[in-house]
């Protein structure tokens, strides 16, 4: 019988080590072709304005409300489907399928909308003002709504506390209380970039008194 390899005049070893490069060359092209799309997907959304960002996360939130995940346990603490989600991020002006995706799944696609936005949506000025308070009582006197200089965006922090307060009044349902979803979105919601983890240590709280104060208040804002 002949082989193919010796028409070509190669031994097995030869043989092999062709059928090696070759595959591994046909996988370098596959995953160049997975990168190629994940890297034109994710420069759609990085493309994208923080205006219309918000448009979208605010359809999120409408989603999530007319779905009652306010009575679903561990909302916005238990993860969904990652690959789902990195899709939906990858693509945010396609969000229609969120009606029929588990709610773990269109939690974590609020979440990593609110983290994709170019400025994160509580004003770094408030931040800072919010950070120099020596007690509760300065913060509770902070005119929180004259930082937001654009409307989109204090609209948009509305519809974000609108339903975290739901999710709050069903916390028997939910197990996620005010405080438990300051904890999950503070992080989110404002610029963490303390120099050190003794700031970390210190801001984290105070900014998480804050946010867990307008989830049980939302008219404060």
């Not at 006197?141 to 509305?158: E, I, N, P």
Request: glycine content about 4%.
């Amino acid at each position: 019988r002949i082989r193919i390899s010796d028409t070509l005049g190669l031994t097995d070893s030869a043989v092999y080590t062709k059928h090696r490069n070759m595959a591994l060359v046909l996988a370098g092209a596959v995953l160049a072709g997975v990168g190629y799309y994940w890297y034109q997907s994710s420069s759609t959304a990085a493309s994208l304005s923080d205006e219309v960002l918000t448009k979208q996360i605010e359809t999120v939130c409408d989603i999530l409300l007319t779905r009652e995940c306010f009575r679903q346990h561990g909302i916005f603490r238990l993860s969904g489907n990652a690959v789902v989600r990195a899709a939906h991020l990858a693509d945010p002006l396609d969000l229609g399928k969120l009606h029929s995706e588990d709610l773990h799944t269109v939690g974590s696609v609020l979440k990593g909308l609110l983290d994709q936005l170019g400025h994160p949506l509580f004003p770094e000025a408030l931040q800072h003002e919010i950070l120099k308070c020596t007690s509760p009582d300065e913060v509770a006197q902070l005119d929180v709504l004259s930082f937001f200089v654009d409307s989109y965006r204090s609209d948009c922090c509305r519809r974000v506390l609108d339903l975290l307060h739901q999710v709050h009044q069903h916390a028997e349902q939910s197990k996620m209380s005010a405080s438990n979803l300051a904890i999950v979105f503070t992080p989110i919601l404002f610029q963490m970039n303390a120099t050190s983890l003794e700031a970390a240590q210190t801001d984290l709280p105070k900014l998480a008194r804050f946010v867990e104060r307008l989830i049980a208040h939302p008219t404060l804002l």
